[in-house]
C-alpha cells in the first residue's frame, strides 16, 4: 500500500477518498483552489497545496500543478475522484512519466474508452449489444442523415469525447439534423477540444441501468451488480438505486455478466461502470464505460458491504482482487439522492450561497457524504452537488420510505440558495417511480405533465415481462477540524490555462 496519496479533486468526494486513506494508514496531500482554501477536505487533509486560483482551468484541471504538488510532497499515487481529470488519458499518462501511481486504468484503456466511438467498436467486438446507429463517427451532416434515415428518429447526436450528461443533442426530424450535427459538433469542440460525433437511436423511453466492476492488473475481475439511474435531468442522475428494480433476475445477471466481459476483455483495471440502457423488452443497449468512481457509488457499498474507494486503492497498490464473485453478496435494497443546489422551478439552475442553516439527516441505515457545513459558501464556480443523502432497507418499500423520510429531515438554508430536495421527495411519491416502473422520461414528465387528451405512453409491465410491441433488430442479451501533523505546503504556481479536458 503507498504511504502518501494526492486528492485531486474538491467537496464530497476529496472528503470520501480522504477519510478511505486515513483508513487505511495512508497519509494524504489535498490539492486546492484559493476558493476551496478553508474547505472541509482541506481542514482535514495531512498536507496541503494550494494549486491556482478558483477557476477550475487554472487548479483542479491544471495538470503540471498537480503533477509538481505530488513531486514536491512526496506523494507516491494520485486519486483524481470524479470529473476533472479522472478519465484525462493525458494526465494518467503524465503522472506515469513522473513516477506517480494513478489510482485508475491504463492511460491507453483510458483513451480508447474515453473516446465514444472507439469504445463502441471495442464493446461491438466483444459481443456487447449497441443501440442501433453509427459505430464511428460522422464527419458530415450527410453522413449523419444517412444513419438516421437507417435507424429511423428520433435520433441523438452524441460527441465522441462527450461524458457528464454533455455533448448530446436529441433530433426528432430529419429537417431539424443539419442544424442539431453543426451545434453538437461546436458545442463538443468548445467543451472537450474535439468536434467528433456519432449518431444512434435514441430510446425515449428506457431504463439507464449500470454494473459496477473491479479488476486487478493481474486478469481478475468481480461485478457488483446493477444500480438503476434513470431519474436524471438533463443526461445528469439524481436518484439512484441498487440493485435496478422491476427487471427479471436473469436480465440483472446476464447485464452483470456481460458487462464485466467487455470490461475483461480491453484490459481494463480499477472500479468502473458500465452503463447500458434497457428498454420496455428487457433488451439491453450497452452506452459507455466510465473509467472512475461514480458518484452514486454509495449505493453498492451499501448493498455489497465492500469499500470501493479501499479497493481502487488496493488495485492501483498491485494486489490482487481480495474478493471472487462468490464472496460478492447483495442484500436488500439501497437508494441515493442527489442534494445540488439548484432550483428545479428555474430548470435547475445554480442557486449558489452561504449555507446559514445546514442539519444533515441521520437515523438508521442512513449515510449522508457531503464537504457542506454551517457558514461554507457553495461556489458558483464548481459543480453543484452539495451532498449525498443514501439509506439501505431490506426491500425497496421501506428503502423509499426511509430516504422519503431523512430528506424531510434535512434542513439546508441562506440567501438564495435552494436544493433538489423537494423535487426529489416528488419523485419518491410519484406513482410509476414507486412500482419501478419509470424511465429516463420521469423528469420530464413530471416538470412538463402532459395534457388531459394526450395519449399515455405504455409503461413496462410491473414484473418486467417482455411487452408485445415490435422493437428495433438488435442483439437481445437476455438469458430465460484539522488532526495533528497537518502540514501546510507553499502553494505550487499556477502553470495557466491548458488543454486538460474535464470528461
Given amino acids: 500500500m503507498f504511504d502518501k496519496v494526492l486528492i485531486a479533486n474538491r467537496g464530497e468526494i476529496a472528503l470520501r477518498v480522504l477519510r478511505a486513506c486515513r483508513e487505511l494508514g495512508v497519509r494524504t496531500v489535498v490539492v486546492h483552489s484559493s476558493a476551496d482554501a478553508d474547505s472541509l477536505p482541506v481542514r482535514l487533509a495531512d498536507e496541503t ?82 443501440p442501433p446507429g453509427s459505430v464511428r463517427t460522422l464527419p458530415t451532416a450527410a453522413d449523419a442523415l444517412d444513419v ?17 450528461g454533455r455533448g448530446m443533442t436529441v433530433v426528432r426530424s430529419a429537417a431539424e439534423l443539419p442544424r442539431a450535427y453543426a451545434r453538437t459538433r461546436a458545442a463538443a469542440q468548445v467543451a472537450f477540444g474535439d468536434d467528433r460525433v456519432y449518431v444512434e437511436r435514441y430510446l425515449a423511453d428506457a431504463r439507464h441501468v449500470e454494473v459496477q466492476v473491479l479488476c486487478d492488473n493481474h486478469g481478475n475481475g468481480i461485478h457488483l451488480g446493477t444500480r438503476d439511474c434513470s431519474v436524471q435531468r438533463r443526461h445528469q442522475k439524481l436518484i439512484e438505486e441498487a440493485p435496478a428494480p422491476a427487471l427479471r433476475p436473469a436480465t440483472l445477471e446476464t447485464l452483470a455478466e456481460t458487462a464485466l466481459r467487455g470490461a475483461l476483455s480491453v484490459g481494463f483495471t480499477g472500479a468502473g461502470t458500465v452503463e447500458f440502457l434497457v428498454d420496455e423488452a428487457e433488451r439491453c443497449h450497452f452506452l459507455e464505460i466510465n473509467c472512475r468512481i461514480q458518484v ?42 442527489r442534494v445540488n443546489v439548484e432550483d428545479p422551478d428555474r430548470d435547475f439552475a445554480p442557486a449558489p450561497g452561504r449555507l446559514d442553516r445546514f442539519r444533515p439527516p441521520g437515523g438508521p441505515f442512513t449515510r449522508v457524504d457531503t464537504h457542506g457545513h454551517v457558514g461554507y459558501l457553495v461556489s458558483p464556480h464548481y459543480d453543484s452537488l452539495l451532498a449525498k443523502v443514501a439509506v439501505w432497507a431490506p426491500d425497496r418499500d421501506g428503502a423509499l420510505d ?55 405512453v405504455a409503461a413496462p409491465p410491473p414484473n418486467g415481462a417482455a411487452a408485445d410491441r415490435a422493437a428495433p433488430a438488435v442483439p437481445d442479451i437476455r438469458a430465460d477540524a484539522d488532526p495533528a501533523g497537518r502540514t501546510p505546503v507553499t502553494a505550487v504556481p499556477a502553470a495557466g490555462p491548458n488543454a486538460w479536458r474535464n470528461r
Fill in 148 to 164: 438516421a434515415a437507417e435507424v429511423g428518429y428520433p435520433v441523438i447526436v452524441k460527441a465522441a469525447a462527450g461524458g457528464g
Fill in 296 to 337: 452514486e457509488h454509495p449505493v453498492t457499498e451499501l448493498v455489497t458491504g465492500i469499500d470501493l474507494v479501499h479497493e481502487q486503492l488496493h488495485v492501483a497498490a498491485g494486489t490482487p482482487l481480495r474478493l471472487r464473485q462468490e464472496d460478492v453478496q447483495l442484500r436488500g435494497v439501497a437508494v441515493e439522492c
Fill in 49 to 130: 497545496v494550494q494549486i491556482g486560483p478558483a477557476s477550475s482551468r487554472q487548479s483542479y484541471l491544471n495538470a503540471a500543478a498537480i503533477v509538481e504538488a505530488a513531486r514536491q510532497t512526496g506523494a507516491q499515487a494520485v486519486h483524481p475522484g470524479y470529473g476533472f481529470l479522472s478519465e484525462d488519458a493525458d494526465f494518467a499518462e503524465i503522472c506515469a512519466e513522473n513516477g506517480l501511481t494513478f489510482v485508475g486504468p491504463p492511460p491507453q484503456v483510458m483513451a480508447a474508452l474515453g473516446d465514444k466511438s472507439t469504445a463502441r467498436a471495442l464493446m461491438s467486438r466483444a459481443g456487447l449489444p449497441l
Fill in 402 to 456: 426511509r430516504l422519503d423520510r431523512a430528506l424531510g429531515e434535512f434542513e439546508v438554508a441562506g440567501p438564495g440558495v435552494r436544493t433538489t430536495i423537494p423535487f426529489a421527495r416528488r419523485v419518491l411519491r410519484d406513482a410509476a417511480f414507486r412500482a419501478g416502473r419509470h424511465t429516463t422520461a420521469l423528469v420530464e414528465r413530471l416538470l412538463h405533465p402532459p395534457a388531459a387528451d394526450a395519449v399515455p
